[in-house]
């Protein structure tokens, strides 16, 4: 190993890894150095660091966040809205951004989670697929070819290149689609030691959705979106076969109220049910996740018997250019996760682990929100647009999924 790579091990704690170089092959002593000098230790060290602080017990004001009902709009509003925002898109100022770049873990498919295939009423049908039949009647409303980004992870791109390739981006105009990759950090067990995986290279995982902000400014998009003047861009999951990610009377919405973010929402089922939900906490918007919003505010009702946090968040945003730009600069928060993972032990055996044994650290897309004093929210109907495959079975799973977009395809034929 190079003097450099050795002092930058000891700087940060991590000559364990030095330990593991009788095992290696020239050529795999080289990939190892390149990987260490491409990784900011500075940050993961900062970051690790955040798992040891006591949870914040700062006083948090939360307080109920204004949101528009669709349902309550007079058809009159709407196609005021609704116009608004068509004339954007249709003069090419809206994209898309699918977010692709997860492990779908919970699903236990294995492959990109967007390669998952579901039997509905149209027949048997890939995510992807349904991604882009939805894009393609926006485009056909709107009388253009929307411009298509799907973030992948290091893990999953070339798989999802591939299987696009092959099924010819499902006849979506190839050259509007582009796919990038988000970033990674390393997994470290918990003295904040990096581990190695099974090509003897430290082993690294994606950086959460909320890494989108920094890879579309690595890879060049953002720039990119400047060059074409897209101005308002839609970011949304892979895993919701109802999303309505081109949204004229949102962007129509979010231009009325002068708001540079907005994103959509549904009504909780009841207190109890596990979906964030909008608020503000000490004025500013934000995203609580249901485990981190007390019960007594969860049970809170207004006086039209509505709970007062009812907002849930079902990851559907539009965000203009400008704070893309703004939080290509930000570093958003890790939230640390302990999960188990396998690792290459020093005598080189490759060994699985029984229990949760390293750190994976994850930036949250909407944890950006609470640094604008306001964003527009708009609450849509569930069973129109909110149908997640996460499960494997039970709740939001493939079978719930097609039961959703079975009856929205039917009620559409009606
Ligand atoms: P989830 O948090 O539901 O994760 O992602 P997941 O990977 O799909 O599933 P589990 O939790 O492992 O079972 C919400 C959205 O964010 C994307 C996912 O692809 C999904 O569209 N995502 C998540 C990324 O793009 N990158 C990430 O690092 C994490």
Redesign the pocket.
């Known amino acids: 190993m190079e003097r450099q790579v050795i002092e930058i091990l000891e700087k940060y704690g991590q000559e364990h890894i030095l330990n593991y170089l009788k095992l290696l092959s020239p050529q795999e002593e080289k990939n190892l150095q390149e990987q260490i000098l491409k990784i900011d230790f500075e940050n993961l060290k900062n970051i690790y660091e955040g798992t040891k602080n006591k949870a914040n017990i700062e006083e948090k004001r939360i307080e109920h966040i204004h949101y528009t009902d669709k349902e309550k709009l007079t058809e009159a509003e709407k196609n005021n809205l609704e116009e608004i925002g068509k004339q954007i898109i249709s003069s090419g100022h809206y994209a898309v951004i699918t977010?692709?770049?997860?492990?779908?873990?919970?699903?236990g498919h294995s492959g990109p989670?967007g390669t998952y295939i579901l039997n509905t009423v149209n027949g048997p049908k890939y995510l992807f697929e349904i991604i882009v039949d939805t894009l393609k009647v926006a485009c056909q409303k709107c009388e253009v070819t929307i411009p298509w980004y799907i973030?992948t992870?290091r893990e999953n791109h070339e798989e999802t290149l591939n299987f696009l390739e092959k099924h010819n981006y499902f006849e979506y105009d190839k050259n509007k689609v582009k796919l990038f990759m988000?970033g990674e950090l390393p997994l470290v067990d918990i003295k904040g030691k990096v581990i190695l995986d099974n090509e003897k290279k430290i082993k690294e995982a994606?950086?959460?959705?909320g890494?989108i902000y920094e890879a579309i400014s690595k890879n060049g998009i953002l720039n990119e979106m400047k060059q074409n003047q897209i101005d308002w861009v839609f970011i949304s999951?892979?895993?919701n076969i109802l999303s309505n990610f081109v949204d004229p009377l949102l962007l129509g919405l979010t231009i009325k109220e002068n708001q540079k973010i907005a994103a959509k929402s549904v009504a909780k089922a009841n207190a109890q049910e596990k979906i964030g939900v909008f608020c503000k906490v000490n004025g500013k918007a934000k995203i609580i996740e249901y485990i981190d919003l007390p019960q007594e505010l969860a049970n809170k009702k207004n006086e039209q018997g509505e709970l007062l946090f009812g907002e849930g968040n079902f990851?559907n945003y539009l965000l203009n250019r400008s704070v893309l730009d703004d939080l290509a600069k930000t570093k958003l928060p890790y939230h640390a996760a302990f999960k188990k993972s396998d690792y290459l032990a020093e005598n080189g055996e490759y060994k699985n682990s029984e229990e949760p044994n390293v750190y994976k650290f994850?930036a949250f897309i909407f944890d950006a929100f609470e640094r604008y004093d306001n964003i527009t929210i708009l609450r849509v109907k569930r069973e129109d647009e909110f149908a997640p495959v996460?499960n494997k079975e039970g709740v939001d799973s493939p079978q719930t999924a097609i039961e959703l977009y079975n009856a929205k395809v039917v009620k559409s034929r009606l």
Do not use: F, H, V, Y
């Open positions: 977010m692709a770049g997860g492990q779908g873990t919970r699903l989670k973030m992870s988000q994606a950086d959460g959705n890494g999951n892979i895993d990851g994850e996460k």
